[in-house]
């Protein structure tokens, strides 16, 4: 069983901090926040103090950096359930500010976002769903961990990492947005004064009438004007393709 490429650095935890190997198969991901802005080197630290009895397979920093400190062939604390232990790869990760909805930086977010994927890929767990494969600690114990700032994203979390995997199912990142990449938006106003979508080129568009009938075939272009009491869904690269495949 391997471990991700992308931790930059590794903190192994005290041995009397997590159980060698596995008694089932890894079935899930468990997010965790630490409760404090750390570098992903302190919060590994954490888990080499004698007597701590918790660990995690991985930790986030503030600045995003990703450190491993139990393998994924072992079992870790870090769920306060010995079943959900067993069965989960688990996550810390540094918050950017202490209280209130305990947040993440951005850095910290998007190296949770790819580490999820990269987890999900090699272990098959197959498309990545909230409270099924993607998991979080509040779900096992009596605690706010992993806070409302991270449990407010893991829809977020899940599909992004889910679009890096090459899954798509039309979900929708929001309504007269800026598109992304593989982003699916509806617009209603548009982002131009001209009542167009203000989208560039690179993307499928079809525009709907009020009554959700597509107006047209969807084609390769964007900056499509806004019909009357009507929208225009547009989508970038995997949402692009989705759209062309599904929308008649």
Not at 88 to 95: G, P, V, Y
Not at 97 to 103: I, R
Request: hydrophobic residues 35%; proline residues 2%; charged residues 20%.
């Amino acid at each position: 069983m391997s471990n991700s490429n992308l931790a930059t650095m590794k903190v192994p935890a005290y041995f009397g901090n997590y159980t060698k190997g596995r008694t089932t198969e890894i079935t899930e991901i468990t997010l965790h926040h630490v409760a404090a802005v750390v570098s992903a080197q302190r919060c590994g630290e954490e888990f080499q103090r004698v007597g701590r009895e918790g660990s995690s397979h991985y930790g986030i920093g503030n600045d995003g950096t990703i450190a491993l400190y139990v393998d994924e062939c072992d079992t870790a604390w870090a769920n306060s359930n010995w079943e959900a232990n067993c069965r989960s790869i688990s996550i810390e990760t540094s918050n950017s500010a202490t209280g209130g909805d305990w947040p993440v930086s951005g850095a910290a977010l998007n190296s949770l976002i790819r580490l999820c994927a990269d987890i999900a890929k090699r272990n098959n767990l197959g498309k990545l769903v909230k409270g099924k494969n993607l998991c979080w600690h509040s779900m096992y114990a009596a605690t706010t961990c992993p806070g409302n700032y991270l449990r407010s994203k893991i829809d977020y979390i899940a599909r992004e990492a889910n679009k890096l995997n090459g899954y798509y199912d039309g979900t929708l990142a929001g309504n007269d947005i800026p598109r992304g990449t593989d982003d699916l938006v509806l617009y209603f106003k548009g982002l131009s004064r001209n009542g167009r979508t203000g989208t560039n080129q690179w993307g499928y568009e079809v525009a709907i009438d009020k009554n959700g009938v597509a107006l047209e075939d969807p084609h390769y272009s964007g900056n499509t004007k806004i019909p009357a009491g009507g929208k225009v869904l547009s989508g970038h690269g995997k949402a692009g393709a989705w759209i062309k495949a599904n929308i008649k």
